[in-house]
């Protein structure tokens, strides 16, 4: 199925570095969403962005939605052990009538590694 | 707890065997929503309900595959003849209209 090219696809730092990654897509999305995935369990919402061009913060995470509606980022600062987990772009479309469309497409993941 | 809840957490059936998954969603939210996903893949969408509606179906959710909110609370997907390619995680989610979907932990699939 059609999945968000989300890069990159894994990477692996020391603690106390900062952390970018990001989703692109060839279709217009009116939300944004990150999530976070530990072994054996389902993803954790972590940011949620409606608007183009929002920056949003949550801790030491923040996402932007791109300006084009097509992409968007996210930001982990001073990586910390426990940040260690795969991450997850979503996008979602405006459906009719104003609602939000229920499918969500989902990017690759990224695969986080923070050393001690 | 409050969150989303799935049963079984873990199934492992013979191919060719039927089973069936519960999904009971966070109280207030009207609608459920159900993906799956395999190993190094982001989930995939299956199929949802807005309250005991289902509203859209993947066309990765065959002939075998049913799912059913009777009452606009819980939902049951049931898998049919279960195969070698059924084997995966499946998960549920739930969320307001216009709100964001939180998920459960899933129920992970493994047909011998």
């Known amino acids: 199925g059609q999945q968000l090219n989300q890069s990159p696809q894994s990477m692996f730092i020391q603690e106390g570095e900062d952390v970018s990654m990001n989703c692109t897509s060839s279709?217009?999305?009116?939300?944004w969403l990150w999530y976070k995935q530990d072994p054996g369990e389902g993803p954790v919402l972590l940011i949620a962005?409606?608007?183009?061009?929002e920056l949003t913060s949550n801790g030491r995470l923040t996402a932007q939605f791109g300006i084009t509606r097509k992409d968007s980022f996210l930001n982990i600062s001073a990586s910390i052990p426990s940040d260690v987990g795969i991450y997850f772009c979503?996008?979602?479309?405006?459906?009719?009538?104003?609602?939000?469309?229920?499918?969500?497409?989902f990017g690759q993941g990224t695969i986080l590694t923070v050393h001690p | 707890d409050t969150g989303v809840s799935q049963d079984p957490r873990h199934k492992i059936t013979k191919r060719g065997q039927n089973v069936t998954f519960r999904c009971d969603p966070i109280?207030?939210?009207?609608?459920l929503y159900w993906y799956r996903q395999t190993l190094g893949q982001g989930p995939e969408f299956l199929t949802y309900?807005?309250?005991?509606?289902?509203?859209?179906k993947s066309r990765l959710l065959s002939d075998r595959f049913s799912a059913e909110r009777p009452k606009g609370s819980f939902s049951t997907l049931e898998i049919q003849r279960t195969e070698q390619g059924d084997s995966a995680m499946y998960l549920c989610?739930?969320?307001?209209?216009?709100?964001?979907?939180?998920f459960g932990d899933g129920t992970r699939l493994s047909i011998l």
């Open positions: 279709s217009i999305f009116n939300t």
């Open positions: 309900f807005q309250n005991e509606a289902q509203l859209e």
């Open positions: 979503a996008g979602q479309p405006l459906g009719a009538g104003g609602t939000s469309y229920g499918k969500l497409t």
């Open positions: 989610a739930s969320s307001q209209t216009n709100q964001p979907q939180h």
């Open positions: 109280s207030e939210h009207n609608r």
């Open positions: 962005l409606y608007k183009a061009g």
